[in-house]
């Protein structure tokens, strides 16, 4: 058999890998209270496009400048951030928690990345 043969069979046997899409980025800008509640929205119409929760990974990232200027605003942290973990683990069958990234930069408080496999 020669190689050029032999690369066609390897190519027909290899597996179809599942190819990742660039990922869904979203930022929220608000009340502490606000930004879960639109954040929890956003993931809830994402799993609807993309039509397969066991597919995508999240990602959060909150600004810790951002954050603490809501914090001196009033804006009271706890017990929602708490309960809006609760809920993405619960009531959407995500693989897994999500990944929560802090940053130490001013901007947006809260960005929502979703990655998924086509």
């Known amino acids: 058999m ?8 390897e190519a027909r046997s290899a597996p179809v890998r ?8 979203w930022t929220f800008n608000g009340t502490f209270p606000t930004c879960l509640c639109d954040m929890e929205d956003t993931l809830r119409r994402a799993i609807v496009q993309i039509g397969d929760v066991s597919r995508i990974a999240l990602l959060i990232e909150l600004s810790l400048p951002a954050l603490r200027a809501r914090a001196a605003a009033g804006d009271a942290i706890q017990p929602a951030w708490g309960r809006f973990l609760a809920a993405l683990t619960s009531r959407y069958g995500l ?12 901007g947006p408080l809260a960005t929502l990345v979703i990655a998924y496999l086509d």
């Open 2 to 9: 020669s190689r050029r043969v032999a690369r066609r069979a």
């Open 18 to 25: 599942a190819r990742a899409e660039a990922p869904l980025v």
């Open 95 to 106: 693989p897994a928690a999500p990944r929560v990234r802090h940053l130490r930069t001013a």
